[in-house]
């Protein structure tokens, strides 16, 4: 991703390079680097673990990475919300 004064460009998967780090994950996905190892770290994001068992060498490629953002499953522990508890949220 770039940035400029505050505003916040998302780069398209296909600029990215083939094998990417988790921080480079993070930024794509908009989400924490630790979300990102622990997606790892369960297997619901495909990476290869260069190092120890808790090592920080996780690579990802973008196959897995389009993988895991072509899924339909909620996350673990989201629910999909329901017509009325949108409305009770907004209005």
Same mark, same amino acid.
């Not at 004064?5 to 916040?8: E, K, P, S």
């Given at each position: 991703m770039?940035h400029q /004064?505050? =505003?916040?460009i998302v780069?398209?998967l296909d600029?990215?390079p083939? #094998?990417?780090t988790?921080k480079q #994950?993070a930024?794509?996905?908009q989400i924490?680097?630790?979300a990102v190892?622990a997606?790892? %770290?369960?297997g %619901?994001l495909r990476? #290869?673990n260069?190092? =120890? +068992? /808790? ?8 196959? =897995? ?7 339909t499953?909620? =996350? /673990?522990?989201m629910? +999909?919300?329901n017509k009325s508890?949108? #409305?009770?949220t907004?209005?």
């Open positions: 770039d /004064q505050g =505003a916040t780069t398209r600029d990215l083939d #094998v990417l988790p #994950v930024e794509y996905l924490s680097h630790d190892r997606l790892l %770290r369960s %619901r990476g #290869v260069a190092g =120890a +068992k /808790q090592s920080k060498y996780w690579r990802i490629t973008k196959e =897995a990475i389009r993988e895991f953002t072509s899924t499953e909620p =996350a /673990q522990g629910k +999909k919300p508890s949108v #409305v009770k907004y209005f």
